[in-house]
């Protein structure tokens, strides 16, 4: 087969953006850092999207629709948000297109000028938040706990496919509450919501961890994350869970009367997952032969070939293949028959292969003969004879085992590559050749933190939570630190 | 119970605007035109999702996602839809803020202009079509079957909840076809999958037919439609399927080679319903009292409220309340029990009939001892007692009755408001006094539909795809006419 994918050893970044390409998940538009999200690709992420929609509405959250549109003053009103989401972003200034005067097209009217100008959101906590101080007068009323699927958009400069997009699509939860605690406790409920949802059905194994100051969301008093390693050893934010104190409910007045008759700020929560999910996904299993996808999100888990040259032998092998779909389906296991005669078998092979299929299926007239099936495993890239009597619950036995096995490959790889060090000359060294989750020491303030970055473009991913205290010096300043914090390079 | 709706009999848009306010469906946002959806409107709006997308998979569409910005030039590409679509739409002309100099909040940064203006979707043909021009090479590629669900904006100048707002939510599918004739069944596909979504799940029977050429979508050869009567004898157009003919094909260069060598351009449809369904929904089964919901789409199917006085009486009520809910669960019945101490019994049954829960149940200590509940069925307002044993199966059979009922009452309503009038003197008086579906000859001009609408606000809402052949004389004009169309005031 010719290879269609850059190596992943010489280039990385080439090899995921081949990948992404060729496997038909997504590719650019015609707007600048905006992406089209094929149907292969949107499918991964419906499944992802049932899976956190499932989770969500069973730790008691709604769904609701927020508007797309956000003044510009809204943004003034809590002042870090201010700094760290209203600078790169779409501005809407005018309502209204006309016809050319000159006949060249469409332009601006300039007299549907708007008085304040949109921002197109960004994020969502200040038109919510604008909104609960409406729903929100008693204890009564709360807690408020609101999942929203929505599309969002950053000017980002530099664009990358499902990592780094202009506009990308996600879900931001927005909670309200009448402690301190229970919102705390919202955050953390939520980060483990991640962190479950990506080990079980991305086979992604995460950090459970805190922000720096300097790395936190902007309004947020703290930011819990998920951080997962790739297989270029660089890291990547899975998600994030803000425990927001009661800076939004300051910037927009919200209060509520508690039971006691007294009158105070409501507490707050956001958290968010998105697309860039699925770079995490692309960067965690594939190969250079393509996609590999944990059974748990793969748009077909079985694919079944039909391989003859005749008509009459194109007969028997269909309804074989038939017959297998049918018993597939009924145990629940999503089975694409590709039975097109425009395309030959070996085209197929490597067709679903690049897109990940965890089981392929190739029935022939010899197979028949005998009774069997050949079995390739796109994990493993394993082939086998299997008998079609008991086919099913081989199948579905070869489903979990590679759901759970990708697990393991990544956990194991994960844990390779996460160590610690203690010198800064160990830290440059292994930032520069090394990579991966590095541990060490770390003074705690933002100054070094800053410096570090600077001179090595590592960052700290996390303060893990379950961390241990442990007495040691920052690698950098050599000053007392309590605990190892977990830097890396980043995407 | 203080009556909380304005009576739907003395102003029908009062009583319209209230129930979505009280019954917590949407309310105005700080955004001109733009609504929050609330979490009990947006459950009703993903049951109809979860539906209308099952419907779209089984006729082989996949889902996808476009850019939400598209590139002011596209508009110009295709030359009526510049005309109807280009015009009052949401312009994004800078993509950066900076602090104001003077230190009050942020401006747009001047240096941050865009080169070309992005105009937020209106909807997604030229942007889709720019797309499909890189997919399609060969008759092999065809046909895509795409669907998208999304946001998008068009700047109305006057907006009511669900019926018109600046954003809202739809889904819209663009497929592209080797044949006309192709093309042109899928568009009726589509049209009856509305039909049947509209009859089988909202309740709502519908008129399926054809625009004049005068009320085509901008772009479109044919325009095919499904239109509801509303209860105050107002049309509403539910939803419309596109046959786009050549037109965005040619527009965007997209054209694939044949079997037989040829090159030719790709034939195009578009369709799409929205959260305007939601407003259809109210005006077709609610009354003075709330809102009414076919059960298939109410988020709770049943409501329990517990009745009791002290703890002990609780301890027995909750006891039983919880088997039932245990019960109507097991047999895919949704139920929401609202066992909170902090309103009445009495509040809860307003509110619950405010927000057209189908069935509800209460149980007191008197109901225990005699082994029953009382039940209130939500469309006819009938309360009863009903054995504990057997319930769920009551609830089921009541559930399956109501479903067909209202559709039933609907049809009865909609016949009933469907007419034929001859003469000029009996349109303007029908229009004026009786409203609905008012059918007439008409001479077939662009002029005289002009003239009618002017003078009775009157629109042609569609030419009936089953409206017999049957000569008569314009009701305006005088001119020959082959067949009757149905004119209505409409939302």
């Known amino acids: 087969m010719a290879k269609v994918l850059a190596s992943k050893d010489s280039d990385y970044a080439q090899w995921y953006n081949d990948l992404v390409i060729k496997a038909d998940l997504a590719e650019n538009s015609a707007v600048r850092g905006s992406m089209v999200i094929k149907p292969y690709g949107y499918a991964i992420w419906e499944k992802m999207q049932a899976e956190l ?55 601006v009217d300039p007299d549907a ?28 009323d709360l807690p408020i706990k609101i999942n929203q699927w929505a599309n969002v958009v950053r000017w980002e400069m530099r664009t990358r496919l499902f990592l780094r997009t202009a506009e990308f699509l996600w879900q931001e939860g927005h909670t309200a509450h009448a402690s301190k605690q229970e919102a705390i406790e919202e955050a953390e409920t939520m980060l483990n ?35 997962a390693l790739m297989q270029d050893g660089k890291a990547l934010q899975a998600g994030t869970s803000h425990f927001l104190g009661q800076n939004f409910a300051k910037a927009f007045d919200v209060t509520f009367a508690t039971k006691e008759g007294t009158n105070e700020l409501v507490w707050a929560t956001s958290w968010g997952v998105s697309t860039r999910l699925i770079g995490a996904l692309i960067m965690t299993h594939s190969d250079n032969n393509g996609l590999v996808l944990p059974p748990k999100l793969a748009p077909h888990q079985v694919v079944i070939v039909p391989i ?28 694409h028959y590709d039975n097109r005669d425009t395309h030959k078998p070996g085209w197929k092979f490597n067709e679903y292969e690049l897109k990940g299929v965890p089981v392929r299926i190739a029935i022939g007239p010899r197979d028949l003969e005998k009774q069997q099936v050949e079995l390739a495993r796109r994990d493993t890239l394993e082939k086998s004879f299997q008998p079609m009597e008991g086919l099913t619950g081989v199948i579905a036995d070869i489903l979990e085992q590679m759901q759970t096995s990708l697990l393991e490959r ?18 440059t060294e292994a930032v520069k050749n090394r990579g991966g989750f590095i541990k060490a020491h770390w003074d705690g303030t933002a100054e070094t933190e800053r410096i570090i970055k600077e001179k090595t473009k590592a960052t700290i991913r996390c303060i893990e939570l379950d961390a241990p205290e442990e007495e040691g010096v920052c690698v950098f300043s050599g000053k007392p630190s309590k605990r190892r914090v977990v830097f890396a390079k980043a995407y």
């Open 410 to 427: 990544a956990r194991k790889r994960t844990q390779d590559g996460t160590y610690a060090v203690d010198t800064w000359e160990e830290f």
């Open 308 to 335: 003859y040259r005749k008509d009459e032998e194109f007969e028997k092998v269909d309804a074989a293949a038939k017959d297998i779909v049918q018993k597939l389906r009924a145990a629940g296991i999503s089975v």
């Open 193 to 227: 919501v991640y962190a479950t949802f990506l080990e079980n059905f991305m086979a992604i194994p995460v950090l459970k961890g805190i922000k720096t100051e300097s790395e936190r969301f902007a309004g947020a008093v703290e930011t819990y994350c998920v951080e």
């Open 113 to 140: 000028k708007l008085e304040e100008e949109l921002i197109v959101r960004p994020t969502s906590e200040t038109v919510i938040w604008d909104t609960y101080r409406k729903w929100i007068q008693s204890y009564r």
């Open 53 to 107: 929609d499932r989770m969500f509405k069973e730790t008691g959250h709604v769904n609701a629709y927020f508007p797309l549109f956000i003044p510009k003053s809204f943004f003034s009103k809590e002042a870090s948000h201010v700094e760290g989401f209203a600078k790169e972003c779409a501005v809407v200034t005018h309502y209204r297109l006309k016809n050319d005067p000159n006949g060249k097209g469409v332009i």
